[in-house]
Each structure stands twice: as C-alpha cells, then as structure tokens.
C-alpha cells in the first residue's frame, strides 16, 4: 500500500486519521493494543479506498474493510460457544465492541444460523 504510520497527535476525539495526500496514518498516542489496532486497519480500510476526506459512507466503508479483516469467522464460532457477552466475545477476538457489531451486520444467513447454534451450544 505504500502507506506510513505515525503516533501523533490527532484532531480532538479521534483515534486515528488518514491523509491521502501524504499516504499517512497517523494515531493517536496512548491508545491501548486492542484500540491501536482496530484503528490501524480502520485507517488502512480508508487507504485501500483512496479516502480523500470524512463522509457517513466513507466511515462505513472503512468500517466494514478492518472488521472484515481483523475477525475470522471460525474464531467467532468458537469464542462464541463459550462466551456469554457480545463484549465477552469482542475482547476474546481482541476487537473493539463496534468492529464486532459491523461484523455481525457482514454475515449472510447461514453464518447467522451458525452462529446462533454455537451460541446455543453454549447454553445447553
């Protein structure tokens, strides 16, 4: 991709930025291992589409792009049997809560059925 990464200081309440013209990330400092990742392949997830600014869509494309990339589906059927908590699961895959929801919103219907019989597996 040809992108650098940098820990720096971010606009207010941002983990992360991407500037297209630089083809740099950069992250804010003191993010913890879970937090810094996510937010390194959100950014990447902006890079691969050739971001150039901040939009609802470009968010959600983003979004979709790193949680696609950080979450296996057999990990999430095997944390799922076992775990009882939606954040229960986010941590065991080391994800953010959020990254595992738009996961969840990616799977198609038989992913779902699997899912939901992993988790009944679970409880019985």
Known sequence: MGIRVRTAVTPHGWWGAYDYRRRLITLRPGL??????CTLMHELG?????????TGKQETLANRWAAYRLI???DLL?????EQSSSGVAA?????PDVLE???QLLTRSQLSALR???LRRVA
Request: charged share 10%; hydrophobic share 45%.
């Open 32 to 37: 913890g291992p879970i937090q810094l990742r």
């Open 46 to 54: 902006h890079a691969h589409y050739g971001h150039t600014g901040v």
């Open 72 to 74: 296996d589906f057999d």
């Open 78 to 82: 095997s944390v799922a049997s076992v």
């Open 92 to 96: 065991a895959l080391e994800v953010m």
């Open 102 to 104: 738009t996961y969840l």
């Open 117 to 119: 019989a992993a988790a």
